[in-house]
């Protein structure tokens, strides 16, 4: 079967850096997507890996190991702003625009 | 911007009764998707459309249908509504390019009692 895990929930301090893990098990792999989801909010785009490597966007990396199944955000200087849910997706198999969602982990980012 | 805009926020429906959704984009996007959200099971696709009048299966259409009619306008349809599709449902559209996102709608709060 096709599956994405992540942690449900992690805690962090203000200032600190956290990193949120993604592991994968699809049929194919075309791409890793992160986006953010504020309570009552619709997902927004924040990352995308396609290739092996670091992918860096100011205060917010992700990397991508095709490898090993694996994709990590990290956030750095956390604020207070970034609590939000963090929801990996995969797409999976070229051809298809099909995209297959991790259940998001909720960050909680305190003072 | 890509705005992606969906008729409700909140719908309260009984079962039984027949419930539209509508979403439209105003990117010119060749994509469109129907998702639900539920506690613990994150987004699972419902249904997709990669063109006018074209749409494809996604892993639960049971119990959904769609309709595109026009590039911009994507709707799910509840033929029956039950109590069990409750739910969030969150429309999304994206370029027809590999690796480009989607961009998701407000979502519908959908209730049926």
């Known amino acids: 079967g096709q599956n994405i895990d992540q942690p449900t929930e992690m805690t962090a301090t203000e200032g600190a850096i956290v990193q949120i893990n993604c592991t994968y098990q699809t049929s194919g792999f075309n791409g890793l997507f992160w986006y953010q989801q504020h309570a009552g909010e619709a997902p927004t785009f924040l990352s995308y890996?396609?290739?092996?490597g670091l992918e860096e966007k100011g205060r917010f990396s992700s990397f991508l190991s095709r490898s090993k199944g694996y994709s990590y955000l990290l956030l750095k200087e956390l604020q207070m702003k970034d609590s939000a849910s963090y929801l990996c997706?995969?797409?999976?198999?070229?051809?298809?625009?099909?995209?297959?969602f991790g259940t998001g982990t909720r960050l909680k980012v305190l003072a | 911007d890509v705005k992606v805009t969906q008729s409700s926020r909140y719908l309260v429906k009984r079962t039984g009764e027949k419930v539209f959704l509508e979403c439209v984009q105003d990117m010119d996007h060749e994509n469109m998707f129907w998702y639900r959200q539920d506690p613990g099971l994150g987004l699972r696709l419902i249904y997709f459309s990669y063109d006018v009048k074209m749409k494809e299966k996604g892993d639960i259409p049971e119990g959904y249908s769609v309709s595109r009619e026009k590039k911009e306008r994507f709707s799910l349809i509840l033929e029956s509504a039950s109590t069990n599709q409750t739910s969030m449902y969150l429309c999304?559209?994206?370029?027809?390019?590999?690796?480009?996102?989607?961009?998701f709608g407000p979502g519908t709060r959908l209730t049926v009692t």
């Open positions: 999304a559209s994206s370029m027809l390019q590999r690796g480009r996102e989607q961009y």
């Open positions: 890996n396609v290739l092996d």
């Open positions: 997706a995969v797409r999976a198999t070229s051809g298809t625009y099909k995209y297959i």
